[in-house]
C-alpha cells in the first residue's frame, strides 16, 4: 500500500459577516497535513467508505469478486487503509445495500433497493434490520448520532418534492430548505446539529450547503468559499465539516472546515475527490475519481488530518 501525502496550504477565506477583527483571532494553525490511503478489503474489487466513528469502523459498501455488492462494517486501520474484520449488512427486504451512517454504538444507517427497485431507508441495529423513512414514500437513511437520532431524505409523490427529515421516537420531522427543489440531510452530531444541503430537482446541480441546529426551523448557508457549489456532509462532535465541492472547473474537491476555516484537497491519486464522513479525530473518509465498476462509487480512500 504506497503512502500518498498531500500538505495543503490554508485557503484564505473571508466569512459572511465576520469581521477583520474577528477573523484575526480566529482558531486553527496555519496549515493542515492530509496522508491519503486507497481504502481495501481482501478479495474486492471496489470499496466505497461514507462514514466512521471514534473506533475507526467504517462503513459503506464493496464489490465481490463474483460482482455482488454488499453493505458492510470494517475496522479499518487509518495508517494503512486496510479493512478487517469485515461485516457484511445485506438489508434481507431488498438488493444492493449501502451503508451511509454509523455512530459510536456501531449502529448502521443506509438504504437498499426494494422489490420495486426503489431506495428504502434502514437502521440496523445489534443485528436486526428496520425500515426508516416516511411509508410509502421514497427514501434514504444518511447519518445517525450517538443518542439515535437518523437523518436523511424523502420523496413526496404527492407534491413532487424530495425533503430532508429527522426521526426522533418514533416521529419524523419535515426538514425543507425555503425555496430548494430538493433538500436532504446528511449527517447529525451528538448536538444535534445538521448538514443539509440543497440541491437541484433529480440531484442535479447547483449544490448549496446548509446547517441547522434547531430542527429545521432555522438553515444557515455555510457553503466552502472559493467553491462553485458546496455540499456538506459528515460533521463530527467537535463541530468540524467534511464537504464535496465543485471548483470553477468542473471536477469535485474535498474540503474540511476546523478551527473556523476551510481547507480543501483533493487525493492525488485522481480527480473528483468527495469527502463524505469524518470522526473527532478528524479522520476523513470518501471517494475518488469513478471506480473500476464505471462510476458506481469511485475509489474509497481514508485520509489522516494532522495538525
Not at 485557503?11 to 481495501?40: I, M, N, R, Y
Request: charged fraction near 15%; hydrophobic fraction near 30%.
Amino acid at each position: 500500500m504506497k503512502n500518498r501525502k498531500y500538505v495543503l496550504g490554508l485557503l484564505v477565506v473571508a466569512l459572511l459577516c465576520v469581521s477583520a477583527a474577528v477573523k484575526a483571532q480566529a482558531p486553527g494553525p496555519e496549515k493542515l497535513s492530509f496522508t491519503f490511503h486507497d481504502v481495501t478489503i481482501s478479495g474486492a474489487t471496489e470499496v466505497d467508505s461514507y462514514a466512521i466513528n471514534n473506533s475507526n469502523i467504517l462503513t459503506g459498501d464493496y464489490i465481490d469478486s463474483s460482482g455482488t455488492q454488499h453493505g458492510m462494517t470494517c475496522k479499518l486501520a487509518p495508517s494503512t487503509g486496510v479493512c478487517t474484520s469485515v461485516t457484511n449488512i445485506d438489508d434481507p427486504n431488498g438488493t444492493k445495500t449501502l451503508g451511509y451512517g454509523i455512530n459510536s454504538s456501531g449502529d448502521v444507517v443506509g438504504f437498499y433497493l426494494n422489490s420495486n427497485g426503489l431506495d428504502q431507508g434502514f437502521l440496523y441495529k445489534g443485528g436486526n434490520f428496520t425500515d426508516i423513512g416516511p411509508a410509502g414514500d421514497v427514501s434514504q437513511a444518511n447519518g445517525i448520532n450517538d443518542k439515535g437520532l437518523i437523518v436523511g431524505d424523502y420523496y413526496d409523490p404527492n407534491s413532487g418534492v424530495e425533503y430532508g427529515f429527522l426521526y426522533a421516537g418514533k416521529k419524523y420531522t419535515q426538514l425543507a430548505i425555503p425555496s430548494a427543489s430538493a433538500t436532504v440531510a446528511w449527517a447529525i452530531n451528538s448536538k444535534g446539529w445538521i448538514t443539509v444541503f440543497e440541491t437541484a430537482s433529480g440531484g442535479g446541480e447547483p449544490w448549496d450547503a446548509y446547517l441547522t441546529k434547531d430542527k429545521g426551523k432555522k438553515f444557515t448557508k455555510i457553503d466552502v468559499p472559493g467553491e462553485t457549489y458546496s455540499v456538506s456532509h459528515g460533521i463530527n462532535a467537535a463541530d468540524n465539516i467534511c464537504y464535496t465541492a465543485v471548483n470553477s472547473g468542473g471536477t469535485e474537491d474535498g474540503a474540511l472546515y476546523y478551527g473556523g476555516k476551510y481547507y480543501t484537497f483533493d487525493d492525488p491519486s485522481g480527480t473528483n475527490t468527495r469527502a463524505d464522513g469524518l470522526n473527532s479525530k478528524l479522520v476523513m473518509v470518501g471517494r475518488y475519481g469513478s471506480g473500476p465498476s464505471g462510476g458506481n462509487g469511485g475509489y474509497g480512500f481514508v485520509a489522516v488530518t494532522k495538525k
